[in-house]
Structure formats: structure tokens, C-alpha cells
């Protein structure tokens, strides 16, 4: 099934797109954060809490802004301190902790010599090469399916108990397994320690979490003959640190989005913006296919009168990506299935739209989100509803297949919810798997028209966000009616203006890999 769609629209769309994301990307590059900061200390071996459970790239961190060092770049205190006490990096850090050793000595020094810094990093970029190598060796990429990949979540709270409702998935046929994260982790400007076993609405996202999880759905797939991916939040403010954590443990997937933060989480946009670069940057050289949030915004607004919204910031999204290094392949863009389901031909509608971003995006390993916001907690209309959003789904090729549970208005979903949504989805998947070979969209028909629609309004809101600049537009509230200020929100401490000794070799490196087409 094909839709005739304007080219020169659609061309029109990715210019405008270039044009709102090109100028946010020089008026950033003069800034960093201190998540980026620690993220470079991750990515040098820097692990682990201190007595007061502080982990330690918080502790560097804290100790060169408090000393007026921090513009310099957490890489340049470290590689100083590499070369005059010939420590390990973790080692430095502690030493920082126990207040045996003050980077502020290094305040006035030239740019140092990187060599023993970037031998740290590279010891710690080989896990990551490693575990990259190991998924291209056994995954089988979404794109390259004939249906779409079933994605459940797990989100007990405790990480054991996750693992638990996680394999029962597997046995039952699904082919991701999404870790929800605790509610309100992507506030907290650390990340946690440990394996956790308290969460609310999710489980924490910390390094060990991520380890046990991916060893048990290693095991799993196993036995079931095929690789079961993994996937948590790299967003809030700890995008990049937690992407550097998922890239050194192999995930798969995760969840990053350019906006996301800035309109629904209050995150201020500065912050997100640059932390979103380099946590792209990082999943791109991992191998890590990302998901977007635009599904977000029609839990807020009327899917119908918005749906070109979700077009517009698929095409930001898209350009912001591109920016980082990141292909086609690991483009995760979101959209859900979210009309009201009283409208009339609200499947026709639906249909149009998720057709209209499988043409927009062909290469993309498009993310599609079920029904929720016009879920009753009518178990039987709502497993009604889920079965045509997966109709939607196999027909228009979707790749990264989110199962709505037929429980979603009522409460986490139990195993055997998840199952029965496993099922729907299969024999879904089953009875339509040639539709789109047996049938042709009619030209100038309700769904063409609709799609054409869509576009057009998308094309015309990028227009406008291209003279307005995406600051003026995150602040009229144009995405999901929910309007954010420049200098507002969370995290904005964080940002700081580069020194003139600035340095991140680590990003540069990884940077340049990208440019080479190395990965």
C-alpha cells in the first residue's frame, strides 16, 4: 500500500526542520553541563558511591564547581591529575572524596597532555565495542522483520521481581522487554547505585539493574532461540550518563527524545538540548536505536486536531539525530494510536497516519504506541481497541510494536495481562500479514486525503518554528499545548559557558568515529 504524497513537501518539511535545529546546535555549542561532565568520568572508568551513598562522578564534579573549574572541563582536571600522581581515574576520585587531593592546584595550568586520559578511555570503550559486536552478531535489526518486533514493559519496582515478569514475557513471545523507570528519576541529577528493589510506577535505572536484566534476557533468549532486546530511559537530567551506562551493558533501545523533558517533565530546554547531543552521539557509536516521545503529546492533546504535531517533531526529532552522527537505522520515531475511538472512522484516521510516518520515515525503526488515553478500564472494549491499533501496525509495517494491555486505564499490568496482549498481538500479526500486498490505498480517498491533510499542516507548523526559532515555540506551548520558558525549569544550575581551555577529547573522539564511519 502506497500514499501519494507532495515530494516537494516533504522536502520542504526536512528544510525547515534543518533550519530550526541548525541554529539551536551553534548557540549550544558554546555550553556543557554537569551531566556531560560526569558522563566523561563514566566514560573513564569512574564508578561506584562514596559513605554517603554520593556516586562519584557527582563528587568530581561538585568539587570543580565549587572550585571554579568546572568551565574547564572535567577532562581537563582529570588528565592533569592523570599525569601528576600517575592514579588510576577512580582512585583520583576517591582521593577528591577523602579530601586528600584538590584539582583546584590545576587551576592555572596550560591544556594538558591527553595521552594517559584517552588510554583510560579506551580501556573502557572496548566493553562497549564488545557488547556493540555481541548484538550485531545476534540481533536481528527491526527493520529487517517482515512483522513488527512485541514490546511489554515490566515495572514491579523491584528489579528481581521485574526479571521474573520479564522471561514469563519471553516464554510468551515477546521480543522487547522496556524496564519503566521509577517515577521521578528523570528529576534527580545523579544516578543511582545498586540493585534496587523499591520503585514506584517503575524500577530505578542504574548500572547493576541494567546488568541483571540484560544477563537474564540473555539467558531466556537462549532458550528460545532468538535475542530478546532490552530497553530503559536515557532521558531527564541524566540523559548521557545513563546512555553511557546502557551502551556498557548492552541495551538495546532507549528512550530519547529531544523535547520530551522540556514539555512534559519541566526540564529547562538549554539543559536537555545539549545533554540530548551527547547522549545521541553515544548511542549512535553503540549501536543503540533510540525512541522518541512524540506519542506524548496526544495524551494531551486531540490526536485528530494535532496529529500533525507528531509530524513536525518526528522531523526535528530526525534532524537533531542526524546532527549526532546518528543513522536512519536507530531512529526509533514515535507516534501513537490515539484518536478517540466515538469519532467516526477513527481506524481510517489512524490508518492514514501511521502510513503517513512509515512514507515520511522509511528507514526508521518506527516506535508504535497503543491506545491509552481513551482507555475506560472496559477490559473488553480496550482488548477490542488494542486489536485494531495492531491491525494498524502490521499494516502500515510498523517496526517497534508497544502491546497495549487490555487493563491500561486500572492498574501495572499482571503476567497474564501481558500474555493475552501477546496473543491478540500474534494473531494479529498472523491473519494480516500479507494485507498490505492484498490491497491498494485508493487515490484521493479518506485516507490519502487525510495523510495529505497532515502533512500539510505539519509543513506549515515547521515553517513557522523555522521563523520563530525553537525557543519562541517551546514557550508558546506549540507541542501539546503546554508552553516552557528559556530560563525556566529544572536543571538550568547545571549549564555552563565553555572556558577557553575547554576540552571533551572523550566526545570528540566518539565524534569523529561517527564521521568515519566506523561503526
Excluded: W
Aim: aromatic share 8%; glycine share 6%.
Amino acid at each position: 500500500m502506497h500514499l501519494s504524497l507532495d515530494t516537494q513537501q516533504i522536502n520542504q518539511c526536512r528544510e525547515y526542520a534543518k533550519k530550526v535545529v541548525a541554529p539551536m546546535m551553534t548557540d549550544l555549542a558554546s555550553y556543557s553541563t554537569v551531566t556531560v561532565e560526569r558522563t566523561v568520568l563514566r566514560l573513564l572508568g569512574i564508578d561506584g558511591i562514596n559513605r554517603f551513598d554520593v556516586p562519584y562522578p557527582n563528587v568530581i564534579i561538585d568539587h570543580l564547581k565549587a572550585t571554579g573549574m568546572l568551565e574547564k572541563g572535567a577532562a581537563f582536571a582529570m588528565a592533569h591529575a592523570l599525569n601528576d600522581t600517575q592514579l588510576s581515574p577512580q582512585a583520583i576520585a576517591e582521593a577528591v572524596d577523602e579530601g586528600t587531593l584538590d584539582l583546584s592546584r590545576y587551576k592555572t595550568a596550560n591544556q594538558p597532555d591527553m595521552t594517559r586520559l584517552l588510554e583510560a578511555f579506551t580501556s573502557i570503550k572496548k566493553r562497549i565495542d564488545q557488547q556493540t559486536a555481541l548484538r550485531r552478531s545476534q540481533r536481528q535489526h527491526p527493520r529487517d522483520k517482515a512483522v513488527p518486533d512485541k514490546y511489554v514493559i515490566v515495572a514491579t519496582g523491584d528489579i528481581y521481581e521485574d526479571i521474573e515478569q520479564a522471561v514469563s514475557a519471553v516464554e510468551n513471545g515477546a521480543d522487547i522487554i522496556a524496564v519503566i523507570r521509577t517515577t521521578g528519576q528523570s528529576l534527580l541529577d545523579f544516578v543511582p547505585h545498586g540493585a534496587t528493589r523499591e520503585g514506584f510506577g517503575g524500577t530505578t535505572a542504574t548500572r547493576e539493574n541494567f546488568r541483571l536484566m540484560r544477563a537474564a534476557l540473555d539467558e531466556a533468549g537462549k532458550r528460545h532461540g532468538r535475542y530478546v532486546q532490552l530497553v530503559n530511559y536515557a532521558s531527564g537530567l541524566c540523559m548521557p550518563e545513563i546512555a553511557a551506562l546502557g551502551a556498557l551493558e548492552r541495551l538495546d533501545m532507549m528512550l530519547n527524545d529531544s523535547l520530551y523533558g522540556i514539555i512534559f517533565r519541566d526540564i529547562n530546554m538549554q539543559r536537555t538540548l545539549i545533554d540530548q547531543y551527547f547522549s545521541r552521539v553515544l548511542s549512535a557509536y553503540a549501536d543503540i536505536i533510540i525512541n522518541t516521545g512524540e506519542d506524548n503529546y496526544l495524551t494531551t492533546s486531540d490526536a485528530y486536531e494535532h496529529a500533525h504535531t507528531v509530524i513536525a517533531s518526528q522531523f526535528i526529532n530526525e534532524q537533531f539525530a542526524l546532527k549526532a552522527g546518528m543513522p536512519s537505522r536507530l531512529m526509533g520515531l514515535g507516534h501513537a494510536y490515539e484518536i478517540d475511538p466515538a469519532r467516526p472512522d477513527s481506524f481510517i484516521l489512524e490508518f492514514a497516519q501511521a502510513q503517513l510516518s512509515r512514507q515520511l520515515f522509511p528507514n526508521a525503526p518506527l516506535k508504535y504506541m497503543p491506545p491509552t488515553k481513551h482507555m475506560k478500564g472496559d477490559i473488553f472494549m480496550g482488548s477490542v481497541q488494542n486489536a485494531l491499533f495492531n491491525m494498524v501496525a502490521v499494516m502500515t509495517h510498523q517496526d517497534i510494536h508497544l502491546l497495549g494491555m487490555m487493563t491500561e486505564a486500572i492498574h501495572t499490568p499482571f503476567m497474564s495481562d501481558r500474555a493475552l496482549a501477546l496473543d491478540n498481538a500474534a494473531y494479529v500479526a498472523r491473519a494480516t500479514a500479507s494485507f498490505s500486498e492484498a490491497f491498494d490505498i485508493k487515490p484521493n480517498g479518506p485516507v490519502e486525503q487525510r495523510a495529505q491533510h497532515v502533512l500539510k499542516e505539519a509543513l506549515d507548523l515547521l515553517q513557522v518554528i523555522a521563523e520563530e526559532g525553537l525557543f519562541t515555540t517551546l514557550e508558546k506551548g506549540r507541542f501539546a499545548g503546554i508552553g516552557r520558558g528559556r530560563t525556566q525549569g529544572k536543571g538550568l544550575d547545571g549549564v555552563f559557558r565553555k572556558d577557553s581551555l575547554y576540552t571533551n577529547p572523550v566526545l570528540e573522539h566518539l565524534q569523529d568515529a561517527l564521521k568515519e564511519g566506523l561503526r
